[in-house]
């Protein structure tokens, strides 16, 4: 009976030890990954398309997250292209109606949009004025209702490829441009939210075709990459501006290789610049991910990195970035048709997790995704196949963002609790660190003297620990203003000093 007994509690015992061994790594991998199900988006017999990677289609500020596409639903048998978008305030749980944005005979396509706040901007291909031609509009309540279409540009070589983005109330576009008699590229910028804009300014002048710019910013330092093709092949070039965007530096050829390096996404977080492209070194039938980042804002930057290895096309890809923690999302043919795919880094790039396949269309294809960060969650929109025709899509990862998380992260902790920024008095970026012991829905606002809200830095759902956020002052005039954190019924408020 003693042995019966010795031998039962030995595979109980071993029995909970594999039990344990499961669970930890169920754990280990979802802590990696949580992606939801996907939600199609759009719903009609014509084409919705998203654009190439160096124009996001997808933007968030808190709980709400902005989507735009192109859409041929109004004139199918013309294809008449016009831009479409639609909003989700809960975090992306449901959405909204689809919203007709534009309204003409002619092409409207290749959107891009940013948002600050309350307001959200957007940009687009247009071929109303008889050839491609940048347009802006924009939405001063979140995405409720959009005042009228602004023509940006005037070439009559044409115009294309717009790419946007904003901090605070500046907001800055490049795109390429034929007016030199070949693709140059073009920025401008507005500085009053978007009412008025700058005139055209030349970034490039080379004998080859430069264009599919994209652009980063944070505060004033201004980061552009772009295809370019001076060297006889295609290489990815970069510039930065310091003063954001009134002068500029000199190019800098980042690629030296003989092969085409295409479709740069670029991202910023601090001084740390995050770069990637498709490159087809390895094989001209073998487009592969590549990396690279500066951690001096764009000064010096570090090696090429291979992100991917895979027997077939690794390409379009793009980057989101939130402190330490960088997302990539990529088209990819090794399952023999085009699926996206995933993977990020939680070390400012040193090291990168496994390659996550996110969608399994049925040799369908899936295609031009985009992604953002809102928080703790990674938002991500594609075009797909699967339904006959072009459908707009869309997938979470409601824990994907470890944001900020300092490295005792894991090492929980015991109280709720709002630090004082750093550095103060500050100008113009602070960071500002909060600790939450228990998951829950976290608000952190920002309000001037006077106790206006002046910025929402944090509305949404936080697993328990140590976060960091940086605030951008760079459009706000010296002063004192306060920041009050809310959490779970803990409520603290602190006064920072920015001094210009």
Same mark, same amino acid.
């Given at each position: 009976?003693?042995?019966?007994?010795?031998?039962?509690?030995?595979?109980?015992?071993?029995?909970?030890?594999?039990? !344990?061994?499961?669970?930890?790594?169920?754990?280990?991998?979802?802590?990696?990954?949580?992606?939801?199900?996907?939600?199609?988006?759009?719903?009609?017999?014509?084409?919705?398309?998203?654009?190439?990677?160096?124009?996001?289609?997808?933007?968030?500020?808190?709980?709400?997250?902005?989507?735009?596409?192109?859409?041929?639903?109004?004139?199918?048998?013309?294809?008449?292209?016009?831009?479409?978008?639609?909003?989700?305030?809960?975090?992306?749980?449901?959405?909204?109606?689809? !919203?007709?944005?534009?309204?003409?005979?002619?092409?409207?396509?290749?959107?891009?949009?940013?948002?600050?706040?309350?307001?959200?901007?957007?940009?687009?291909?247009?071929?109303?004025?008889?050839?491609?031609?940048?347009?802006?509009?924009?939405?001063?309540?979140?995405?409720?209702?959009?005042?009228?279409?602004?023509?940006?540009?005037?070439?009559?070589?044409?115009?294309?490829?717009?790419?946007?983005?904003?901090?605070?109330?500046?907001?800055?576009?490049?795109?390429?441009?034929? %007016?030199?008699?070949?693709?140059?590229?073009?920025?401008?910028?507005?500085?009053?939210?978007?009412?008025?804009? #700058?005139?055209?300014?030349?970034?490039?002048?080379?004998?080859?075709?430069?264009?599919?710019?994209?652009?980063?910013?944070?505060?004033?330092?201004?980061? +552009?990459?772009?295809?370019?093709?001076?060297?006889?092949?295609?290489?990815?070039?970069?510039? /930065?501006?310091?003063?954001?965007?009134?002068?500029?530096?000199?190019?800098?050829?980042?690629?030296?290789?003989?092969?085409?390096?295409?479709?740069?996404?670029?991202?910023?977080?601090?001084?740390?610049?995050?770069?990637?492209?498709?490159?087809?070194?390895?094989?001209?039938?073998?487009?592969?991910?590549?990396?690279?980042?500066?951690?001096?804002?764009?000064?010096?930057?570090?090696?090429?990195? /291979?992100?991917?290895?895979?027997?077939?096309?690794?390409?379009?890809?793009?980057?989101?970035?939130?402190?330490?923690?960088?997302?990539? +999302?990529?088209?990819?043919?090794?399952?023999?048709?085009?699926?996206?795919?995933?993977? /990020?880094?939680?070390?400012?790039?040193?090291?990168? #997790?496994?390659?996550? %396949?996110?969608?399994?269309?049925?040799?369908?294809?899936?295609?031009?995704?985009?992604?953002?960060?809102?928080?703790?969650?990674?938002?991500?929109?594609?075009?797909?196949?699967?339904?006959?025709?072009?459908?707009?899509?869309?997938?979470?990862?409601?824990?994907?963002?470890?944001?900020?998380?300092?490295? *005792?992260?894991? *090492?929980?902790?015991?109280?709720?609790?709002? #630090?004082?920024?750093?550095?103060?008095?500050?100008?113009?970026?602070?960071?500002?660190?909060?600790?939450?012991? /228990?998951?829950?829905?976290?608000?952190? +606002?920002?309000?001037?003297?006077?106790?206006?809200?002046?910025?929402?830095?944090?509305?949404?759902?936080?697993?328990?620990?140590?976060?960091?956020?940086?605030?951008?002052?760079?459009?706000?005039?010296?002063?004192?203003?306060?920041?009050?954190?809310?959490?779970?019924?803990?409520?603290?408020?602190?006064?920072? +000093?920015?001094?210009?």
């Amino acid at each position: 009976m003693h042995i019966i007994l010795s031998n039962f509690k030995e595979k109980t015992i071993k029995m909970k030890t594999v039990l !344990i061994i499961l669970l930890i790594l169920i754990l280990t991998n979802s802590s990696y990954t949580q992606w939801l199900p996907e939600a199609r988006l759009t719903n009609d017999p014509a084409a919705s398309n998203t654009s190439f990677n160096n124009s996001w289609c997808v933007a968030s500020t808190g709980s709400v997250i902005h989507v735009v596409w192109y859409d041929t639903r109004d004139l199918l048998m013309n294809s008449n292209n016009e831009i479409y978008y639609k909003r989700s305030t809960d975090g992306g749980l449901s959405w909204g109606a689809d !919203i007709r944005l534009t309204n003409n005979t002619s092409q409207s396509h290749s959107p891009s949009i940013a948002v600050s706040g309350s307001t959200v901007h957007l940009v687009w291909n247009d071929t109303r004025d008889g050839d491609d031609e940048i347009y802006y509009k924009r939405s001063t309540d979140e995405g409720t209702s959009w005042g009228a279409d602004t023509r940006m540009t005037n070439s009559p070589g044409g115009s294309y490829s717009p790419s946007l983005t904003v901090s605070g109330t500046t907001v800055h576009l490049v795109w390429d441009d034929s %007016r030199n008699g070949n693709q140059e590229i073009y920025y401008k910028r507005s500085t009053d939210g978007g009412i008025s804009w #700058g005139a055209d300014t030349r970034m490039t002048n080379s004998a080859g075709l430069s264009k599919y710019a994209s652009i980063t910013v944070l505060g004033t330092v201004v980061h +552009v990459a772009w295809d370019d093709q001076r060297d006889g092949n295609s290489e990815i070039y970069h510039k /930065r501006s310091t003063d954001g965007g009134v002068s500029w530096g000199t190019d800098t050829r980042l690629t030296n290789n003989a092969s085409a390096s295409r479709y740069a996404s670029v991202a910023a977080s601090g001084s740390d610049i995050h770069l990637v492209w498709h490159d087809n070194r390895n094989g001209i039938l073998n487009d592969e991910i590549y990396y690279k980042r500066s951690t001096d804002e764009g000064v010096s930057w570090g090696i090429d990195t /291979r992100l991917t290895n895979s027997s077939s096309h690794s390409w379009y890809p793009s980057i989101a970035v939130s402190g330490q923690a960088a997302h990539l +999302v990529w088209q990819d043919m090794r399952d023999a048709d085009d699926e996206i795919y995933y993977k /990020r880094t939680t070390d400012g790039g040193i090291s990168w #997790g496994a390659d996550i %396949r996110l969608t399994n269309s049925a040799a369908a294809f899936s295609g031009f995704p985009s992604v953002t960060i809102s928080g703790p969650t990674v938002h991500l929109v594609w075009y797909d196949y699967r339904d006959g025709n072009y459908e707009i899509y869309y997938k979470r990862d409601p824990t994907g963002n470890p944001v900020g998380i300092e490295p *005792n992260g894991n *090492n929980l902790p015991d109280n709720f609790s709002l #630090g004082q920024n750093y550095p103060n008095p500050f100008n113009p970026v602070t960071n500002i660190n909060f600790s939450i012991p /228990r998951s829950g829905i976290v608000k952190l +606002v920002v309000y001037d003297a006077l106790g206006k809200q002046a910025a929402e830095l944090v509305d949404g759902e936080y697993n328990a620990g140590s976060y960091k956020v940086d605030f951008d002052a760079t459009e706000f005039s010296s002063g004192i203003y306060f920041y009050r954190i809310e959490a779970d019924g803990f409520t603290e408020i602190k006064k920072m +000093v920015l001094v210009k």
